[in-house]
């Protein structure tokens, strides 16, 4: 896959927001033929995904395309278009790729 065409996003257990993140981004993408993949990451990940976190993907009619949390690669930050992280990156992965973190105190709405 290109690098303009992969999105990573990246939690600190990879088993909850990283996940949902990449699993709802797709889900639009393919909805609007964008060619652009998500993928969910963690710096150190759980042995498993969230139950909270599939059970409500799955009542949307979603599920994750990992069944365990996978662990980020400085390949995988180095290839993507976009790296979206909510945690802070380990130094390695700091400078990086294209890497933008996410501030959860921020009100979004």
Known sequence: MSQDHLIVFVCEHGAAKSV????????IARERSLGI???????????????????????????PSALVPQNLTLE????????????????PFRKKGRTQAVDERRDWF
């Not at 949902?20 to 889900?27: D, G």
């Open 76 to 91: 995988e930050v180095e290839s993507a278009g976009q790296v979206i992280s909510f945690c802070e990156l380990p130094d």
């Open 37 to 63: 993949q998500a993928i969910a990451r963690g710096t150190t990940p759980d042995p498993e995904l969230s139950a909270i976190t599939v059970a409500g993907l799955m009542a949307d009619g979603l599920s």
């Open 20 to 27: 949902l993140a990449a699993t709802y981004f797709n889900h």
